[in-house]
């Protein structure tokens, strides 16, 4: 099967996790959405998986739009985070991912659950394990803003964690 990813997602960013990267991640369509996706024969994510997993990485795949068992864990984390002012509105500082694309993430689970351990404060009893973290990373959006957010981005940026 072709899947279609697109063109800024290159798949050498995911090849880094474990090498230069904690976390890394690959959006894609099963079916062509729009004109400029880049069509990716799904055996060669695989090779990457398989390669990956080789090196010790965990590699999830959204095969499916049903969640990983963290959504209650995750509502009561979002209900804790600061709200953030939206059109002359009070909003919660997360909003929900589309679930029409999929997603392909590789995690270094020893760099990521040493790296929630020590920054347990901005979890807010938020389970530090690297399953929990994916799940949360693939069903909300965390603003940037605020310590949670800026501990995301820094676990998937290249000069974070390694």
Same mark, same amino acid.
């Given at each position: 099967?072709?899947?279609?990813?697109?063109?800024?997602?290159?798949?050498?960013?995911?090849?880094?996790?474990?090498?230069?990267?904690?976390?890394?991640?690959?959006?894609?369509?099963?079916?062509?959405?729009?004109?400029?996706?880049?069509?990716?024969?799904?055996?060669?994510?695989?090779?990457?998986?398989?390669?990956?997993?080789?090196?010790?990485?965990?590699?999830?795949?959204?095969?499916?739009?049903?969640?990983?068992?963290?959504?209650?864990?995750?509502?009561? !984390?979002?209900?804790?985070? /600061?709200?953030?002012?939206?059109?002359?509105? +009070?909003?919660? &500082?997360?909003?929900?991912?589309?679930? %029409?694309?999929?997603?392909?993430?590789?995690?270094?689970?020893?760099?990521?659950?040493?790296?929630?351990?020590?920054?347990?404060?901005? !979890?807010?009893?938020?389970? /530090?394990?690297?399953?929990?973290?994916?799940? +949360?990373?693939? &069903?909300?959006?965390?603003?940037?803003? %605020?310590?949670?957010?800026?501990?995301?981005?820094?676990?998937?940026?290249?000069?974070?964690?390694?």
């Amino acid at each position: 099967m072709t899947v279609h990813i697109l063109p800024f997602n290159v798949l050498g960013d995911v090849q880094l996790v474990g090498k230069r990267k904690a976390i890394g991640y690959l959006s894609y369509f099963v079916r062509r959405t729009a004109f400029f996706m880049v069509p990716v024969q799904e055996q060669e994510l695989e090779a990457i998986a398989d390669e990956l997993t080789a090196r010790g990485m965990d590699v999830y795949w959204d095969h499916s739009k049903e969640d990983r068992g963290h959504q209650a864990e995750i509502a009561a !984390l979002c209900k804790q985070l /600061p709200p953030r002012l939206y059109c002359r509105k +009070l909003c919660p &500082s997360y909003h929900r991912i589309s679930w %029409n694309m999929r997603q392909f993430f590789a995690v270094d689970p020893l760099v990521i659950e040493s790296f929630l351990l020590s920054n347990l404060e901005c !979890l807010h009893g938020y389970p /530090p394990t690297a399953e929990a973290f994916v799940d +949360l990373v693939r &069903s909300v959006w965390v603003e940037e803003t %605020n310590p949670l957010g800026k501990m995301i981005r820094m676990a998937f940026s290249h000069r974070g964690l390694y």
